[in-house]
């Protein structure tokens, strides 16, 4: 109902019974949409449809899981130390194998000495015999194949402890993280204090739907409003 309608009324140009009911069957009518209903998922009242954009910024994202920021940054802090700690066991596992086959490297290097100094004896007594120095070239070859592969190891060693000690800045980030959360909840404790009430909300009364000065409510009046105007009028 308008504000002329309710002028109209209340000087009596309007029939109460006629009047009215004839006008709450047209309200009852739902009105043409000037714009087709698409699926655009902003326009969707339902909070499950929808779909955060920074290309809108009405209406807000409603206070679902998805959309609380403390829920989501607890999720990253909570996924993240999961996935370090299993990135952490896998370079672990991959440093003691390291660490093993270096062992096994050495531990060949050592027969290989020993038989570099027995074909190094057999050559110098029996020089006539080439497969004396055929071994001791073969051990040769040999030891230096070990060498390059226990360098090689140990270098993966040292990789792997560079990769820990820059893993350990994932660490650093997920304290930085719970840094703001703990900032963020005290800001909301803070509001909560600062806005606290004495009178509970459900003894709170209603906000009037129109005051002087609105702009976009100057012709609403509220189904209450008009009831409490009819049941006024009966009164008298």
Same mark, same amino acid.
């Given at each position: 109902? %308008?504000?002329?309608?309710?002028?109209?009324?209340?000087?009596?140009?309007?029939?109460?019974?006629?009047?009215?009911?004839?006008?709450?069957?047209?309200?009852?009518?739902?009105?043409?949409?000037?714009? $087709?209903?698409?699926?655009?998922?902003?326009?969707?009242?339902?909070?499950?449809?929808?779909?955060?954009?920074?290309?809108?910024?009405?209406? $807000? $994202?409603?206070?679902?899981?998805?959309?609380?920021?403390?829920?989501?940054?607890?999720?990253?802090?909570?996924?993240?130390?999961?996935?370090? %700690?299993?990135?952490?066991?896998?370079?672990?596992?991959?440093?003691?194998?390291?660490?093993?086959?270096?062992?096994?490297?050495?531990?060949?290097?050592? /027969?290989? =000495?020993?038989?570099?100094?027995?074909?190094?004896?057999?050559?110098?007594?029996?020089?006539?015999?080439?497969?004396?120095?055929?071994?001791?070239?073969?051990?040769?070859?040999?030891?230096?194949?070990?060498?390059?592969?226990?360098?090689?190891?140990?270098?993966?060693?040292?990789?792997?402890?560079?990769?820990? !000690?820059?893993?350990?800045? =994932?660490?650093?980030?997920?304290?930085?993280?719970?840094?703001?959360?703990?900032?963020?909840?005290?800001?909301? %404790?803070?509001?909560?204090?600062?806005?606290?009430?004495?009178?509970?909300?459900?003894?709170?009364?209603?906000?009037?739907?129109?005051?002087?000065?609105?702009?976009? %409510?100057?012709?609403?009046?509220?189904?209450? !409003? /008009?009831?409490?105007?009819?049941?006024?009028?009966?009164?008298?």
């Amino acid at each position: 109902m %308008t504000q002329e309608e309710l002028d109209a009324l209340m000087n009596g140009d309007i029939d109460l019974e006629g009047g009215y009911e004839e006008e709450a069957e047209v309200n009852e009518t739902p009105a043409a949409s000037d714009e $087709p209903a698409g699926d655009d998922p902003y326009n969707e009242l339902d909070p499950d449809k929808y779909r955060v954009s920074a290309m809108h910024s009405w209406p $807000p $994202p409603p206070p679902t899981d998805d959309n609380k920021m403390v829920h989501q940054l607890d999720d990253v802090t909570k996924e993240s130390e999961q996935k370090a %700690t299993e990135i952490f066991d896998l370079i672990e596992g991959i440093s003691n194998d390291l660490g093993k086959g270096e062992k096994d490297v050495k531990a060949l290097q050592a /027969i290989i =000495q020993s038989n570099l100094e027995l074909f190094t004896t057999l050559s110098a007594k029996f020089p006539h015999i080439e497969a004396f120095k055929t071994q001791l070239s073969e051990n040769e070859k040999a030891a230096h194949g070990l060498k390059d592969v226990l360098d090689m190891l140990q270098n993966g060693g040292d990789t792997i402890m560079n990769i820990m !000690d820059i893993m350990q800045y =994932q660490d650093i980030h997920r304290q930085k993280i719970e840094r703001v959360i703990n900032v963020m909840r005290a800001l909301s %404790t803070y509001m909560n204090h600062l806005f606290a009430g004495k009178i509970d909300d459900s003894k709170r009364v209603s906000s009037a739907v129109h005051l002087p000065g609105d702009n976009t %409510t100057e012709d609403v009046v509220s189904s209450e !409003d /008009i009831e409490a105007l009819l049941a006024s009028f009966g009164q008298k």
